[in-house]
């Protein structure tokens, strides 16, 4: 008579037997607790989902009858009356997609191919639809002559979604068939300008994160001399320092900034220590930068913030928000800036020459008052020394 085995046992087991024999490198994760605690509601879909972590929810099913009819329409336009070539395709590619994914998926094989099928066609055809007024039939002389690639096309709805209008340019440089989901090809096309910028720079670890010196904001920099403009050559995440001028390349907020930026950071989070965290590291400068509202007014006057909620206010608790309890690379990505601005914060040279400029010469006819003024001191001094000498002098006999 065999032995019964104890249920914990063989529950433990089959688990063990499920899990892969290496570490998998998965690149779509859930975002925790932890991080959802401030608004969680920013990293949540509002009108449909796509992947396993929402589906299902109440208020995102009406938009599940959708995905078929765009299915349908994909059909329709390839001439093709039967799903059979695309299911069979997802099947070949269940196994990779579930590795994707941090945890566990609680989907049935069955059940995972078709989420994979209705929404992979669901963001064909929404690119498609988003990228030409009306959608084309294959036999479209038009559309023909266009030749538009699903790079052309997507780059037309990232750059619709970006802060940056020079951001989408790396698009078609960006091979689709190494991204694993949307959110990485943004992150990808946010950052790999700026990646190779700095990896080009000299490395300055930043030991003990406590330990580095915030800069002031933009009110108090100006206090000390400090010129901020918009830099319109720079790769977005590209801010410089340079001979007492702070460049900054244009940003363009509205109301799907935060949500963008936190959805963004929220990706960075789970990447390993020693790699940069580069819209995190982002969103701490602007945090240190935009301290009031009317931090925000400078930096709109100087044409570096496009305000479209309206009010700087709120564009000033949009990044307050953003900076508040957040993990910057460990080799933070301005640190050398950093470090150049606190220098030229820190000379009492600079705040009294910046007084003077804002309190004595802040108009042009201050200027010419002042020299006015200086020349008449200097020749009423060089009179002043002609009659003493006629005096000191002694007269010729």
Known sequence: MSETRDEVSVRIDNILLELPSSRCKPSIFRVNDDIRHTNGKLYDPKVISIGPFHHGKDQLRDMEQHKFRYLKLLLKRRNESSVDKYVMAMRSLEGKA???????????????????????????????????DELRESDDIVFQKSRRSYSFLIQLFIDDISPWPEASEMTGKISLKTVDHLLGLVYRIWCSSFAKITANRPIKVVEEEHKMVAINSTTELQEAGIKFQRDTQSNCLDIKFIKGVMKIPGLSVSDETESIFRNIMAYEHFFIDNQSKYVTDY????????????DVEVLRRHGILTN?????????????????????????????????????YGRRWNKWIANLRRNYFNSPWAYTSFFAALFLLLFTLIQTVFTVLSYVKPKAK
């Not at 992979?120 to 055809?125: P, T």
């Not at 009010?311 to 990505?333: A, Q």
Request: proline fraction near 2%.
């Open 283 to 294: 969103a701490f400068f602007l945090h240190c930068l935009i301290n009031s509202s009317k």
């Open 98 to 132: 579930r590795k994707c994914y941090a945890g566990p998926v609680e989907f049935s094989p069955d059940d995972f191919v078709q989420m994979l099928l209705l929404d992979g066609c669901f963001i064909i055809e929404l690119i498609r639809k988003y990228g030409i």
């Open 308 to 344: 479209l909620l309206g009010d700087d206010e709120m564009v000033y608790h949009m990044f307050n928000r953003l900076g508040t309890n957040i993990l910057m690379s460990s080799d933070f990505c301005y640190a050398d800036v950093y470090k150049m601005v606190n220098g030229h």
